[in-house]
């Protein structure tokens, strides 16, 4: 699986950002997804993931309410909305597949190259 995310920017303080990630092959439906990012200095952390079907959902705490990870398996994607975006939101996001249902970086598999968000105050 390829995958390549987009949809990186720079907005202010309480805007709203939909990172997008394109995936190859034709098995898309078949790994469950996932978002994480990373800031400067920090190490990889998770941010949402979505089971293969699109039925399931998890969050870390901190995107609770203000994210929103949902996938189209017809068109072998999976998007992020971001609202009510802050200043430590502001990192790399990357997208990810795994065929493990968790939360961890290293039960990915395949990782897209990654695409900048950065927020203003």
């Known amino acids: 699986v390829q995958l390549q995310a987009y949809g990186g920017g720079l907005v202010q303080d309480g805007g709203s950002l939909r990172l997008s990630c394109a995936a190859s092959?034709?098995?898309?439906?078949?790994?469950?997804m996932g978002w994480f990012r990373q800031a400067p200095g920090k190490e990889r952390e998770f941010v949402a993931r979505i089971t293969g079907s699109g039925g399931s959902t998890w969050y870390t705490d901190s995107v609770k309410g203000r994210f929103t990870i949902s996938r189209d398996n017809a068109k072998n994607t999976v998007n992020l909305k971001m609202n009510r975006l802050k200043p430590e939101d502001t990192a790399v996001y990357f997208c990810?597949?795994?065929?493990?249902?968790?939360?961890?970086?290293?039960?990915?598999?395949?990782w897209g190259q990654g695409t900048q968000v950065t927020v203003s105050s």
């Open positions: 092959g034709r098995t898309f439906s078949s790994y469950h």
């Open positions: 990810a597949a795994s065929v493990v249902w968790g939360s961890s970086p290293s039960q990915y598999d395949y």
